[in-house]
Structures are given as C-alpha cells and as structure tokens.
C-alpha cells in the first residue's frame, strides 16, 4: 500500500513563493499528482510527475524524486485565491490515487 | 463542455437506510473513480470502474458498492448506513488511457442521522 506525508498547515504573504513537501512510502508506486482544494469545492488537478524532476506549468511547478520518495509543490507571486488545501496523491499501477492529508494554505495580504 | 456532474449534491438518511448516488462523467471518459472524503480520514478511494468493469476496490465494507453503465455513467449504493458514513462522495473521470489527470464532480455531501 501507499501512505503519503504533507504539513497539515503553510501560512504565506502575497506575492511570496511557497513549497509543499511530501514524503511517501508506498510500493507499486507510478507518479505523483497534485490537487487543489478549495472550501466546499471539488479537488482539481495540478499536476503529475511520472518521473524524477520538475514539471512547470505556469506559476506551478511539481518536482518528484523516487530515490528519496519525495516531492513537492511550489507556488510562486502567490495570490489570495491559492489560499486552500493542497493533496499529494500516489498512482499506483491500477491508477488508483492515495492522498496524502492535505496541506491546508493560508495567503494573507 | 460538461464536466463531471454528480447527483445529488446533498442528502440526508437515517441509519439503516441505503443510499444510491451518481455521477456523469465527462463526455469520452470512460474511467469513474469514486471516493469519500471525511474529516477525519481525509480522501479515500472507494471504487473505480472502467468499460462497466470494476478495476479497483478499496478497503470499505461490502456495504459499498458501484456499477457503471454502457454510457459510462456511474452509481454507488451504500446499504445498512451508518453515522460514520457521513461524508463527502467524490466522482472522478479520466479518459482511461494515458495518465492524464482525473476530473472531479463537486460531489454529494451525505449526512446520516
């Protein structure tokens, strides 16, 4: 099975860049996503890295590395509406997804 | 177009009772997760379903179950609920190929008394 570690909790200023970590321990482990959370919203998706390094889409970058069973998400120029929960999720061979607990942001002004 | 879109968006049971949810995914995807979402436990993974297959199961009791449709449509049951179901119910859709990100429905927010 997969189990996956993230800060319960990231306070930013705006403007200001951000890293969410996460550790995992899993087996038949394929990648990494990404998922953004609003309050009362549905989780959508971010990103994913089957493969070690960094994936940019725009003020959003995924890095992933296998040899450490680590990755993280960095948001930079943070704005007020990336305030939310932000989960890692392992893809196991099924495409299954394991999430992580969630990183709960906070971007104040 | 349409994303996905899940049926219906808040509902409220006794113990005891079942319950059927659904969701439409997104026009193509033929790959329907479904997952339940708890304060407590977080995001779990219930079931997906592929070509009206199940591929996957989690670790929930027998109590829940699915079923996908020829349309690729998709409905979970739970029977016997309980206070602890309480939860938010998540759909996701995929296209089932390559890994390309699942896409979720807002989702149906149970509440057992």
């Known amino acids: 099975g997969q189990s996956l570690e993230q800060p319960s909790e990231v306070t930013a200023v705006e403007g200001a860049i951000v890293q969410i970590n996460c550790t995992y321990q899993?087996?038949?482990?394929?990648?990494l996503s990404w998922y953004q959370q609003h309050d009362g919203g549905a989780p959508t998706f971010l990103s994913y890295n089957a493969l070690d390094g960094l994936e940019e889409t725009g003020r959003f970058s995924s890095f992933l590395s296998r040899s450490d069973s680590y990755g993280y998400l960095l948001l930079q120029e943070l704005q007020m509406k990336d305030s939310a929960s932000y989960f890692c999720a392992g893809n196991n061979a099924g495409n299954m997804l394991t999430f992580g607990g969630g990183t709960r942001l906070m971007v104040k002004p | 177009k349409a994303g996905v879109t899940q049926t219906p968006r808040y509902l409220i049971k006794t113990r005891g009772q079942q319950v059927t949810l659904s969701c439409s995914p997104i026009?193509?995807?033929?790959?329907v997760s479904w997952y339940q979402q708890t304060p407590g436990q977080g995001l779990q993974f219930l079931f997906e379903?592929?070509?009206?297959?199940?591929?996957n199961k989690g670790n929930f009791p027998g109590r829940f179950s699915g079923r996908q449709f020829s349309n690729s449509r998709s409905e979970m049951n739970v029977s016997t609920l309980e206070l602890g179901d309480s939860a938010l119910y998540l759909c996701a859709s995929r296209t089932g190929g390559g890994f390309d990100g699942y896409t979720f429905g807002s989702g149906t927010r149970l509440t057992v008394v």
């Open positions: 026009s193509g995807h033929r790959s």
């Open positions: 899993t087996s038949g482990f394929y990648g």
């Open positions: 379903y592929f070509s009206e297959t199940q591929r």
